[in-house]
């Protein structure tokens, strides 16, 4: 049964790298095929690329002695040995033109450079007489037509460029009129002396083509070539086909796969015998492999869980660990920071206290009732700051811990506030309470020890951070939902970057540099609102006052339960 089953695995592996060869062999054929296509193509275009280009570069060459002062002065003149010297062999020389010819005003040549050499006396050659004077005939009509009409070509850019037959010889022609290149020198309309160069395709032509397509054995001929994707028609300027351009066509792919063939059949023959040896021993191997793999593959299971849990369990340990940091950098930062203000805080109205004690310990003699009264005062109002100071970290450190519990009772939130105002008013004569209380309900449900705490600390802020601004404006809304009361100021303002930030343990505005304060009480406030079910809201601009915003929820007011925080 196993010998059965294991040459069954093993003609199936044969067969199928036999397939897979096959297929290989398929895909690379095709592919060489594509890519000879591409290469011909890429040939085809670069041929045809180089011809135009040796098209166009003619009218260029001979731009550099049409448009020449020296050129159009001698040619004028006739002088026939600076014509040979600095025209025909200039371009014989430099430019490989196969020969040039120069006509006069009235179309007669004028002179001749044919092959490298002067002919004298001027003449045409028997085989291009025709096609060179249609050409000279043509510039000279083109010149005399588009002198003096708007939108005609200037004449500097005129150039009738063709291809033509020479006898048996395919060549280029381009005729252009000897123009100076600078204004000192003029010349009528049609008075243009014409020059026409001619450059044989099967000659320097076909090479430079050849050079620029990377291709070797580059050839003009009249008939079409076997393959016609290795040839380019070269059209001639009537429309018709003068010959082609032919090549021995570069078949990469083809020679990619004549290479690797010998190689390839032998590779293959190698990998279908050591396929054939391989399974042999692949069915008892495999089942091997299969029991090993269901064992590993518990073993893995199990190690997962492990590693899973123990994972889960440090990063548990981790995150704990990063909070309890977190929290004690925090702590830390708020007990320096509470000692630094509770030292300056507290030293303030501890002095005060101690100079007016010491002003009535001077003052034995003569000390009349007003003034023990008004030291009194004096040391009455530093110990009550001291005392607010006090309630005020306090209950912050009470809301912080979660140590305090708000027992609400009903009373009236208007009467509280109208108390905290009238408290305030002996402390600061210079300014004016405003208050629009009406829409507040007449009977609620809140802590009253801490709404007092609540609308003190917002009175006596509006107070304090408006030292110029006498006017405080206390007003209240009231819909289905929501009572809402205001306090409003016309003082110092802060920053709108201060605003977020306003309601953290100590934190104080920049504007209120110089101002005491504590930074404790709008945390407090903000607290105690938030275990009322309301919250708090500020808006405030530099320079023009502040406005906090207290809105307390109808529904909780109305209710006699205790919050714990």
Excluded at 243 to 262: D, E, H, N, S, T
Excluded at 285 to 311: C, G, I, P, Y
Excluded at 333 to 343: D, G, I, N, T, Y
Excluded at 372 to 384: D, F, M, N, P, Q
Aim: aromatic share 6%; proline share 4%.
């Amino acid at each position: 049964m196993k010998v059965g089953l294991t040459s069954h695995i093993t003609f199936v592996l044969v067969a199928l790298t036999s397939a897979a060869a096959v297929l290989l062999c398929g895909f690379a054929w095709l592919a060489s095929v594509k890519v000879d296509d591409i290469s011909l193509r890429r040939q085809s275009d670069f041929v045809g690329q180089g011809l135009e280009e040796q098209i166009n570069a003619l009218p260029r060459e001979q731009e550099s002695i049409t448009k020449w002062d020296d050129a159009f002065l001698y040619a004028k003149q006739r002088n026939h040995d600076w014509l040979v010297d600095n025209i025909g062999r200039w371009t014989s020389r430099y430019f490989g033109h196969d020969r040039t010819y120069i006509f006069d005003e009235t179309n007669r040549l004028m002179f001749a450079f044919r092959n490298g050499a002067d002919t004298m006396p001027p003449r045409l050659g028997s085989d291009d007489a025709n096609e060179m004077t249609a050409l000279a005939g043509e510039m000279r009509a083109a010149l005399v037509d588009g002198a003096g009409k708007p939108g005609a070509l200037p004449i500097g850019r005129l150039a009738h460029v063709r291809t033509v037959m020479i006898g048996n010889r395919p060549a280029i022609a381009s005729a252009r009129p000897i123009l100076p290149s600078s204004a000192r020198m003029q010349i009528e309309p049609g008075q243009e002396f014409i020059a026409v160069s001619v450059k044989f395709i099967e000659g320097k032509v076909a090479e430079n083509i050849a050079h620029y397509a990377r291709l070797e054995g580059l050839r003009f001929t009249r008939s079409k070539s076997l393959d016609a994707r290795a040839q380019v028609a070269v059209a001639s300027h009537d429309g018709g086909t003068i010959g082609y351009l032919v090549w021995p066509p570069i078949r990469p792919g083809f020679m990619l796969l004549k290479q690797i063939a010998p190689a390839g059949i032998g590779c293959l023959a190698i990998l279908i015998t050591a396929v054939f040896w391989l399974g042999r021993g692949l069915h008892r191997t495999s089942m091997t492999l299969l029991d090993s793999q269901a064992e590993l593959t518990h073993h893995r299971n199990h190690l997962e869980e492990m590693v899973a849990d123990r994972t889960a369990e440090i990063d548990r340990q981790r995150e704990e660990l990063d909070r309890l940091l977190a929290h004690e950098r925090h702590v830390n930062a708020l007990q320096r920071q509470f000692v630094a203000m509770a030292s300056h805080e507290f030293r303030t109205p501890l002095a005060i206290i101690d100079a007016a004690a010491q002003r009535l310990c001077r003052s034995t003699a003569n000390v009349s009732g007003d003034y023990v009264l008004e030291k009194a005062g004096v040391i009455r109002s530093a110990v009550v700051r001291m005392v607010g100071l006090m309630e005020s970290i306090l209950a912050s450190g009470r809301l912080e811990t979660g140590q305090i519990i708000l027992k609400p009772s009903e009373g009236d939130l208007k009467a509280l506030l109208v108390e905290c105002c009238e408290r305030q008013r002996p402390l600061s004569r210079a300014h004016v309470f405003h208050l629009d209380l009406a829409p507040i309900p007449d009977r609620q449900t809140f802590d009253r020890s801490a709404m007092e705490q609540v609308f003190t600390n917002l009175i006596s802020n509006a107070v304090k951070y408006s030292p110029n601004a006498g006017d405080i404006h206390i007003r209240a809304r009231a819909d289905e939902k929501t009572v809402e009361i205001s306090v409003a100021d016309s003082g110092i303002g802060m920053d709108a970057e201060d605003l977020p930030k306003l309601f953290q343990p100590y934190y104080r505005a920049r504007s209120a540099t110089g101002i005491a304060g504590t930074g404790i009480g709008l945390n407090v406030v903000k607290q105690v609102v938030e275990l009322h079910g309301g919250k708090v809201e500020v808006a405030s601009e530099l320079g023009k006052g502040t406005t906090f915003t207290i809105l307390l929820p109808i529904e909780r007011l109305l209710q006699d339960q205790h919050f714990a925080a």
